[in-house]
């Protein structure tokens, strides 16, 4: 193989256009693609910043260079030497940035061989997710995925410029820690030195962040990375990076108004979107009402809304055991789709039972009439109110979901989400932003028998609710609130308890004793008792609102190095066993090493 010892490469692949005709350039990169038309071979030439064609003429370069040159295949590692020309018109390339110009090689030096890849190094490939991870190095030679993994760079570049422009300081909190209840599982990391003692690997920087604001740093920011050991899907992983805030002395408005500044610079500069502020605001109880879901996407309408009024008091028993029960019974209208196939609307039943719903009902308003499998039990009247109730006309489907609150809402949400996109009433170009507010303090687990914090223990009640925290805590509301794209969370936050005797109320009001609490927390609770002040913050997931900029489906397309669905690293073969040695000298010894012995 040759080097580049001489040849320092001039100019980028994708930089060359017609006011460098006539100019010597020496280029780098890899062959993307390569033409054959005896005696003239063409080559696309790649690196990071695009492709240019490069011409090898035998009549100029002579046989033994050209023989070189007919030994170019996919994926060579290159350097070229050679003249800028104009491309005739009718052999410009309207699809290539460069497409105007080509290089007459002059000298050409093969840097390295390549093995033929196992798919091609292009976008838009259709090709298993699971071959692109094994031989991640060559899916990240794909343009589409360069593109990402830029973008990503400027993202983080202009959210730290907004900061650091705003008087933030960036400042590095442990990546071993203490495991702490609630939220997801911990990465435990066993210590040597302590034998039988373990750190945690942060789900976030919650704690630290709020000992910097009692430590007097006022605002803080941090692109860290956070770690939770829980099931995974397209917009998850074990490891994963969050833009984290914290602010000193400021109101929920303050906050908000802040964040908005920040989204609305970042898709400005990133990708050119002008973003209008201030961002519509919306209950937590509004957004569940109306669209089922505490994340909704508002790009289209088809909003739920509640019959049960009109249902109620008949003998169908579906409807009027679930509202003698303190259920509701809730529809939304798919316009224009009253034709909608019989095998389709049995494949809804099927897809609502994955949301907890025992079944799905419908009308159709018809020019023939009205169609319904609970027709016979109600009069033609109350179908009338029914389609004046929820804005329907002739030639619409509603769709009926009977159940408890939280179910309606969950199964009838996604329904809405579905019937959306099978209807084509989705934008893809549409950024519709929201923010989420006044959620709920606690949520009730069945499982536990207990409530739990909704966000994070640390998040301050109203001060109107704060007097239900141990007699009424599903009345009271959280200074909390989420950023909502698209219908996908990319950020939330809150006020924070500093006022260690609320925070001990809120402690028991989740079911932790004073003991359990200070052996948890006990460092920042006795930190609360030396002046805290006012404060607050939220956290953006940063791989999450680069895929949405980028308009991928999964936040794995703008991860370098990403894991699988099964917490997996498929090119690096991670995790993996560990010899005997090792686990000796941490103290560890595994059920599975004993049963595989």
Known sequence: METLEGMKRTHHCGALRKPEVGQEVVVCGWVSRRRDHGGLIFVDLRDRSGFVQVVYDEAAMGEEAFHKAETLRSEF?????????????????????????????????????????????????????????????????????????????????????????????????????????????????????????????????????????????????????????????????????????????????????MMEGMVTELFDKAIGAKLKAPFLRMTWDDAMERFGSDKPDLRFGMELMDISEYVRGSDFKVFSSVLQNGGQVKVINVEGYANIPRRELDGLVEYVKTYGAKGLAWIQYTEEGVKSPFKKFYDDTTFEKIKEACHAKTGDLLLVIADKPLVVAQALGALRLEMGRRRNLIDPDKLNFLWVVDFPMFEYSEEDKRWKAMHHPFTAPRDEDVEYLMTDPGRVKANAYDMVLNGVEIGGGSLRIYNSDLQEKVFEAVGLTPEVAHEKFGFMMDAFKYGTPPHGGLAFGLDRLVMLMAKRKSIRDVIAFPKTQSASDAMAQAPAEVDDKQLRELSIRTAVTAKKK
Request: glycine letters at 4%; hydrophobic letters at 35%.
């Open 77 to 257: 590692v290159i350097g070229v030497r050679g003249k800028i020309r104009a491309r005739a018109a009718e052999t410009v390339n309207p699809h290539m940035e460069t497409g105007e110009v080509e290089i007459v090689c002059e000298e050409l030096r093969v840097l390295n061989s390549a093995k033929t890849p196992p798919f091609y190094i292009q976008d838009n490939i259709d090709v298993d997710e699971m071959l692109r991870l094994k031989y991640r190095y060559l899916d990240l030679r794909r343009p589409e995925m360069q593109k990402n993994i830029m973008l990503r760079h400027r993202v983080t570049k202009i959210m730290r410029d907004y900061f650091d422009r705003n008087d933030f300081l960036e400042i590095e909190t442990p990546m071993l820690c203490k495991s702490t209840p609630e939220g997801a599982r911990d990465f435990l990391v066993p210590s040597r030195l302590n034998p039988g003692t373990f750190y945690a690997l942060p789900q976030s920087p919650q704690i630290y962040k709020q000992i910097l604001m009692l430590s007097g740093f006022e605002k803080y920011f941090q692109i860290v990375r956070c770690f939770r050991d829980e099931d995974l899907r397209a917009d998850r992983q074990p490891e994963f990076t969050q833009l984290d805030i914290e602010m000193s002395f400021i109101d929920q408005e303050t906050i908000l108004t």
